[in-house]
């Protein structure tokens, strides 16, 4: 009995990580997409760029969230 349940928590934690690695590396992808559009697609500052960025990459991120939760 204890070896199922350790098991479980172990197939547990590797999809939580799973799920986080996923939601990080679409955030990171949607945060660059956004600056290189922004700074050379269309000819932004850098600092207008940035929050570009990280307002995008926030999103991408509050959606990957709700997707994995689903």
Known sequence: ???????????????????????????????????????YGLSATLESSLLWAIVFGGCAAGLAYSQANR
């Not at 934690?13 to 559009?37: E, P, S, Y």
């Open 1 to 39: 009995m204890r070896s199922s349940q350790v098991q479980e928590n172990e197939a547990g934690r590797g999809a939580a990580m799973k799920a986080w690695r996923t939601i990080g590396l679409h955030t990171a992808i949607a945060a660059c997409f956004m600056f290189l559009l922004q700074r």
